[in-house]
């Protein structure tokens, strides 16, 4: 009896696969849309199991699932009966590639080098192996010598690899006691001393392209290098009351340019 049972469903799992088949070779002619999506829909089962390999790495499940629904669709769309491969194989890697290609292009949020990316894959890797060879933390050495590597290469993939799906500001943390929580943002976030200068900065740098050589000069020796006006008429072979003449007019000019721009 299960012997029977067994052939029959064989038999079953025969007609089904040649009954795609038959649509893939129907599809290739006529490009139907609705032979595609009978396609796609009997073939979603794929794009699940690999995206469900590629969960809790830092990319929502949905967003993997869509991308892989993707990567079945190109799949169905180039594949070739005639080819002999059968469809499964021929789609999985369609649809990892389209996954990798994802998590290269959005699962870092600065963009990195690629092959740091790759090094940062393997030094976490190797950190798991020698771990649970070395019944221990690896050092950096460790790891290097490893992956036959410079110490500096691993300690750069390190750093990038701080890149990859970092905490959200607004996560918050038990204050230890208190009623309120801490958020991230207020343990890590200080003003900068320097942001108020910015914009004035920004409008010197602007405004000096309009200068001359020598009135440029003379700026930066004053107010950069603060050099006296003597010695920079000695340098510049002229008197110190011409110097101070050109310093006079460049600053009433950039006086005149910064109440325009409502500086000051």
Not at 77 to 95: L, N, Q, W, Y
Not at 111 to 125: C, D, M, T
Not at 216 to 237: C, G, H, M, P
């Amino acid at each position: 009896m299960m012997i029977k049972n067994y052939y029959k469903k064989e038999s079953k799992k025969s007609i089904e696969k040649q009954e795609i088949k038959d649509l893939f070779i129907e599809y290739e002619k006529t490009k139907d849309q609705e032979i595609r999506d009978i396609l796609i829909e009997k073939h979603l089962y794929i794009a699940e199991i690999l995206s469900k390999k590629y969960s809790n790495r830092g990319i929502d499940y949905d967003d993997i699932y869509q991308v892989a629904s993707i990567g079945l669709i190109y799949a169905v769309d180039r594949f070739k009966v005639a080819k002999g491969f059968e469809f499964s194989s021929f789609a999985t890697p369609t649809i990892i590639g389209e996954i990798k290609k994802h998590f290269r292009d959005k699962g870092w949020t600065i963009r990195v080098p690629r092959r740091i990316q790759e090094l940062s894959k393997k030094v976490n890797n190797s950190k798991v192996h020698l771990s649970q060879k070395l019944q221990k933390a690896p050092t950096v050495k460790e790891i290097a010598e490893y992956l036959e590597c410079t110490e500096e290469e691993v300690l750069e993939a390190m750093e990038a690899s701080k890149v990859y799906a970092p905490q959200s500001l607004d996560i918050t943390f038990d204050s230890s006691g208190d009623d309120k929580d801490i958020n991230l943002a207020d343990l890590i976030g200080e003003e900068d001393f320097y942001f108020s200068k910015v914009e004035n900065s920004d409008f010197i740098l602007k405004t000096m392209k309009g200068l001359n050589d020598i009135e440029k000069q003379i700026i930066i020796e004053r107010y950069f290098n603060k050099k006296t006006q003597v010695s920079i008429a000695k340098d510049l072979d002229i008197s110190q009351m011409t110097v101070s003449r050109i310093e006079k007019r460049v600053l009433e000019k950039l006086r005149r340019e910064a109440e325009k721009n409502m500086i000051i």
